[in-house]
């Protein structure tokens, strides 16, 4: 019962992360039309994010003796790696084909788990992997224009990695005495990510009058600083939080399934708040996203002789899950 308990509790973690995380490109939008360049609102959501978790960051200075290479690889790949790759792909390739390349992290988590790690998977894990990613190829409309720019689908797979990344380094070292406060890493990730963006993102360069008018959300006047807050409170900060203390009630490889839901509601939330209209094969792909990581998480593991199984796990079960970078 204790096990099923977490397990709920992880699952509501991941779909709070998932719809924080979602949010994001609501909120950022208007931003951008109203003059600010994308890497600067990205620059600004991690290093808004640091400035707000800087006491954190100062409990937890331990960290910085006993876990720095997970706080670096958390900084490089789950923050500062995953944005900058993103939109260095989105200026080749077509968004939708982006978001769909970065969206096979979990499809990639899978494979690492399989054939770097030697573990078996479930079936229900791998069935959720591919119709939630058939899902995304229909909410992002991938057929709506394919741009074969070799750097363009590299960037954009590169991306992928990374996410695939976070979710390693979030499961990293959560078990044990020693286990890194996730708190912690979140904030020193923050910190890194926002340090190792400022020469790519050139923040001095930023024109902060932008922030001090109006934006427009879908012709509705809105507060510039207060959509930055919601973009660094919400959908950074919070986003981060659950999410990562989500991978450690789950296993990785479904948080990160759990994890496509975000596509679906960027794309509600766009409908909603931003007047962009959803077509019936989006709808569909939002349904098959939903479920694909409703049989992702219900994934029950195998006999007890066959050993750890990835797909789902008792949330006091160990998990060996190799970081790429400690």
Not at 123 to 138: F, I, K, M, P, S
Not at 149 to 170: P, R, T
Not at 239 to 250: E, I, K, Q
Not at 317 to 324: D, G, I, K, W, Y
């Amino acid at each position: 019962m204790h096990a099923s308990q977490g397990r709920s509790v992880g699952l509501g973690l991941a779909l709070a992360s998932a719809l924080s995380f979602g949010g994001s490109g609501v909120a950022a939008k208007p931003l951008i039309e109203a003059g600010l360049d994308p890497l600067h609102v990205v620059w600004l959501r991690a290093a808004g994010a640091a400035l707000v978790l800087l006491p954190v960051a100062w409990r937890h200075r331990g960290l910085l003796r006993s876990r720095p290479a997970l706080l670096l690889g958390f900084g490089l790949f789950a923050v500062a790696g995953v944005q900058a790759c993103y939109f260095a792909a989105i200026s080749r390739i077509p968004v939708g084909v982006a978001l769909l390349v970065e969206y096979l992290g979990p499809a990639l988590l899978l494979g690492w788990v399989r054939f770097v790690q030697r573990r078996p998977v479930t079936r229900a894990a791998a069935v959720g992997v591919v119709l939630a990613v058939a899902g995304l190829a229909c909410v992002v409309e991938v057929w709506a224009g394919l741009g074969f720019d070799a750097l363009g689908l590299l960037l954009a797979l590169g991306a992928a990695c990374c996410q695939v990344a976070y979710f390693v380094l979030s499961d990293h070292g959560s078990k044990g005495e020693d286990a890194a406060d996730p708190l912690g890493v979140i904030a020193y990730g923050l910190l890194i990510g926002a340090a190792l963006l400022t020469p790519v993102a050139r923040p001095w360069q930023l024109d902060w009058t932008v922030l001090a008018g109006e934006a427009r959300m879908d012709g509705v006047p809105v507060s510039a600083v207060l959509l930055l807050a919601w973009v660094v409170l919400i959908a950074t900060v919070a986003a981060y939080l659950t999410g990562v203390l989500a991978v450690r009630r789950l296993s990785p490889q479904v948080a990160g399934v759990v994890a496509c839901l975000e596509a679906v509601v960027a794309t509600v939330l766009a409908w909603v708040l931003l007047g962009e209209h959803l077509s019936a094969p989006q709808i569909v792909g939002g349904a098959l996203v939903l479920a694909g990581a409703f049989i992702a998480q219900t994934s029950t593991p195998k006999a007890p002789s066959a050993g750890p199984v990835a797909g789902s796990l008792p949330e006091n079960a160990e998990l060996p899950v190799s970081s790429p970078v400690a």
